[in-house]
């Protein structure tokens, strides 16, 4: 049943990204047509969706139904055209529209984008969107490795971060990283170490060790790792209401031991078997300690016993891909990158031996042998038992950005982010000495707005609508920039022909056209070709197929 519905919701996931992507690109072409109408000019078709199974002629315009949901188009052959005398479908030819007609027209397709991302916006507005992260005014340093740009410059454990690039902030660490990846040259962080203030500025650099598509991207990802604070929101009637928690309420420690993140969180809740934990709680400056008692996750399968690592098949041996902090493995000395030889003396060749083993055991101690370079070492862990509990608590704060902050915002993170890959381009073409951490391999083609259509709705409703308005606001910026065959470039050569009042000749039109659309492509196969790639990581994972036994968040 659990693997039906986690199919059922994988399908829901991908219409949701059909019906997304259709709609911000019919609106774009609805803008087209209505502004055609308006200033009418001759129209040969309008579409929704591609591959028409369905076609109606009314009013001279075919009206067209297409069975690939991806949208629509309109064909507009005295805007588009790059003759000096347009033709329609059926070779009539037609009277060259006024620049003011195509300016209008090309406009409109823009303007609608930003329109239906208005109207989607206020929706956000409404419900809000959940943040990943609190928002914090400060940043304290969990721990940093040495090999690092960030230590060599001065930061250090401990260390408060107070402003960045001089000014404060007020940031999730999600929006605390993309500042970082979007500054030009050095970052500038301003520290506080116990009484001191210092300006600690490094040059950020591709970090292969960052969480989830960061690492795999090669973005500069800060190499410290946060004190994220985790901050509760109790529900009514819920353990955690009961034990006196309220809005906002941070937890700094359970059962004597820190929590550093939400990982910490719950592992602490989930490995507790129902027993009552003491919390130690931040609320208003003052910290004090209260009593909470997990439940059990209704409808939650059977408790399992696990170790705390992650494993990856590598050629044919398991290795240990990765550790949960604090687990049982971890704790006993395992380490990223060991390969598990064998458990109690037994060979471990296959992802499913150990988690069956040490579950089939109940939880007793196990011995495994550690191959680690050229040591093979016996190290005994002891599993932990672990169940699906929970306190009863939101951790995540939401957010109602409302929708002129989301069409400014998505204005500056589009600039931000072509300023930065044109640096990149300029610095390696020796054209500029500023460096920044952007490529053009970052940008996204339809497959990699997809994918993340994808990751968005399975995250939550809001956010996958959140995305659907940025994608929105980001189509028209895009359509807008004045180059040939976008709608930027119509209204730039309609504008050049209001001021000189001539037009440029069709032969001219149809190279700059050609040149451009051959440019078009070639960046969008470049675009797609790494987008793909992501693709196959994400869903083959061409390296390793990669196991965890290790509980996912609940």
């Given at each position: 049943?659990?693997?039906?519905?986690?199919?059922?919701?994988m399908?829901?996931a991908?219409?949701?990204?059909?019906?997304?992507?259709?709609?911000?690109?019919?609106?774009?072409?609805?803008?087209?047509?209505?502004?055609?109408?308006?200033?009418?000019?001759?129209?040969?078709?309008f579409?929704?969706?591609?591959?028409?199974?369905?076609?109606?002629?009314?009013?001279?315009?075919?009206y067209?139904?297409?069975?690939?949901?991806?949208?629509?188009?309109?064909?507009?052959?005295q805007v588009?055209a790059?003759?000096?005398?347009?033709?329609?479908?059926?070779?009539?030819?037609?009277?060259p529209?006024?620049?003011?007609?195509?300016?209008?027209?090309?406009?409109a397709?823009p303007?609608?984008?930003?329109?239906s991302?208005?109207?989607?916006?206020?929706?956000?507005?409404?419900?809000?969107?959940p943040?990943?992260?609190?928002?914090?005014r400060?940043?304290?340093?969990?721990?940093?490795p040495?090999?690092?740009?960030?230590?060599?410059?001065?930061?250090?454990?401990?260390?408060?971060?107070t402003?960045?690039?001089?000014e404060?902030?007020?940031?999730t660490?999600?929006?605390?990283?993309?500042?970082?990846?979007?500054?030009?040259?050095e970052?500038?962080?301003?520290?506080?170490?116990?009484?001191?203030?210092?300006?600690?500025?490094?040059?950020?650099?591709?970090?292969?060790?960052a969480?989830?598509?960061?690492?795999?991207?090669?973005l500069?990802?800060?190499?410290?790792?946060?004190?994220?604070?985790i901050?509760?929101?109790?529900?009514p009637?819920?353990?955690?209401e009961k034990a006196?928690?309220?809005d906002?309420?941070?937890?700094?420690?359970?059962?004597?031991?820190?929590?550093s993140?939400?990982?910490?969180?719950t592992s602490?809740?989930?490995?507790?078997?129902?027993?009552?934990?003491?919390?130690?709680?931040?609320?208003?400056?003052k910290?004090?300690?209260?009593q909470?008692?997990?439940r059990?996750?209704?409808?939650?399968?059977?408790?399992?016993?696990?170790?705390?690592?992650?494993?990856?098949?590598?050629?044919?041996?398991?290795?240990?891909?990765s550790?949960?902090?604090?687990?049982a493995?971890?704790?006993?000395?395992?380490?990223?990158?060991?390969?598990?030889a064998?458990?109690?003396?037994?060979?471990?060749?296959?992802?499913?031996?150990?988690?069956?083993?040490i579950?089939k055991?109940r939880?007793?101690?196990?011995?495994?042998?550690?191959?680690?370079g050229?040591?093979t070492?016996?190290?005994?862990?002891?599993?932990?038992?672990?169940?699906?509990?929970?306190?009863?608590?939101?951790?995540?704060?939401?957010?109602h950005?409302?929708?002129?902050?989301?069409?400014?915002?998505?204005i500056?993170?589009?600039?931000?982010?072509?300023r930065g890959?044109?640096?990149?381009?300029?610095?390696?073409?020796?054209?500029?000495?500023?460096?920044?951490s952007?490529?053009?391999?970052h940008?996204?083609?339809?497959?990699?707005?997809?994918?993340?259509?994808?990751?968005?709705i399975?995250?939550?409703?809001?956010?996958?609508?959140?995305?659907?308005v940025v994608?929105?606001?980001?189509?028209?910026?895009?359509n807008?920039?004045?180059l040939?065959?976008?709608?930027?470039?119509?209204?730039?050569?309609?504008?050049?022909?209001?001021?000189?009042?001539?037009?440029?000749?069709?032969?001219?039109?149809?190279?700059?056209?050609?040149i451009?659309?051959?440019?078009?492509?070639?960046?969008?196969l470049?675009?797609?070709?790494y987008?793909?790639?992501?693709?196959?990581?994400?869903?083959?994972?061409?390296?390793?197929?990669v196991?965890?036994?290790a509980p996912?968040?609940?």
């Amino acid at each position: 049943m659990d693997l039906f519905l986690e199919y059922l919701e994988m399908a829901g996931a991908v219409i949701f990204v059909f019906v997304a992507l259709g709609f911000c690109i019919f609106s774009h072409e609805l803008g087209h047509f209505l502004a055609g109408k308006l200033m009418g000019l001759h129209i040969d078709a309008f579409s929704i969706g591609f591959r028409p199974v369905w076609r109606k002629k009314y009013k001279g315009v075919e009206y067209r139904i297409g069975w690939l949901p991806l949208g629509g188009y309109v064909e507009l052959p005295q805007v588009d055209a790059s003759d000096d005398i347009p033709k329609s479908a059926d070779g009539t030819e037609l009277p060259p529209a006024s620049p003011k007609a195509r300016i209008v027209t090309a406009v409109a397709g823009p303007l609608f984008n930003i329109i239906s991302g208005l109207l989607l916006g206020c929706i956000v507005w409404a419900v809000g969107v959940p943040e990943a992260t609190p928002r914090m005014r400060e940043i304290k340093v969990l721990s940093i490795p040495e090999n690092c740009p960030e230590y060599a410059a001065g930061l250090r454990k401990d260390d408060v971060i107070t402003k960045l690039n001089g000014e404060s902030f007020h940031h999730t660490w999600e929006k605390f990283v993309e500042k970082i990846l979007f500054t030009i040259n050095e970052v500038t962080l301003e520290v506080k170490r116990g009484d001191q203030i210092l300006q600690i500025s490094y040059l950020p650099a591709e970090n292969p060790d960052a969480p989830g598509k960061a690492g795999k991207e090669k973005l500069a990802y800060p190499f410290f790792k946060p004190l994220l604070p985790i901050k509760l929101y109790p529900l009514p009637d819920s353990p955690a209401e009961k034990a006196g928690l309220r809005d906002g309420d941070i937890v700094t420690g359970i059962d004597g031991e820190a929590v550093s993140g939400l990982e910490n969180f719950t592992s602490a809740i989930n490995f507790s078997n129902g027993r009552t934990l003491v919390f130690e709680v931040l609320r208003d400056g003052k910290t004090f300690s209260c009593q909470v008692t997990p439940r059990k996750v209704p409808g939650s399968r059977d408790e399992r016993f696990l170790t705390g690592i992650t494993m990856a098949l590598t050629g044919n041996q398991i290795k240990v891909a990765s550790l949960m902090a604090g687990g049982a493995a971890a704790k006993a000395g395992v380490k990223a990158d060991d390969i598990i030889a064998a458990v109690d003396g037994n060979a471990v060749n296959t992802l499913q031996y150990l988690p069956e083993y040490i579950n089939k055991n109940r939880g007793k101690c196990v011995t495994l042998t550690i191959l680690r370079g050229r040591e093979t070492i016996n190290i005994p862990v002891t599993p932990k038992r672990f169940g699906h509990y929970e306190i009863g608590v939101e951790l995540a704060a939401y957010n109602h950005p409302n929708p002129l902050e989301l069409f400014w915002s998505t204005i500056e993170m589009s600039w931000k982010s072509l300023r930065g890959i044109a640096t990149t381009i300029g610095n390696k073409l020796h054209l500029t000495d500023s460096r920044s951490s952007l490529k053009p391999s970052h940008m996204s083609s339809t497959l990699g707005i997809g994918m993340a259509l994808y990751d968005s709705i399975r995250t939550s409703p809001a956010y996958g609508l959140y995305l659907m308005v940025v994608i929105s606001f980001a189509l028209a910026i895009f359509n807008l920039l004045p180059l040939p065959v976008l709608d930027g470039g119509h209204i730039l050569f309609g504008v050049l022909e209001l001021l000189t009042g001539k037009r440029i000749p069709g032969n001219v039109m149809k190279v700059i056209s050609y040149i451009f659309v051959a440019l078009l492509i070639l960046l969008t196969l470049w675009i797609t070709f790494y987008d793909g790639r992501r693709f196959v990581q994400k869903f083959t994972d061409d390296k390793a197929e990669v196991v965890k036994n290790a509980p996912s968040n609940p």
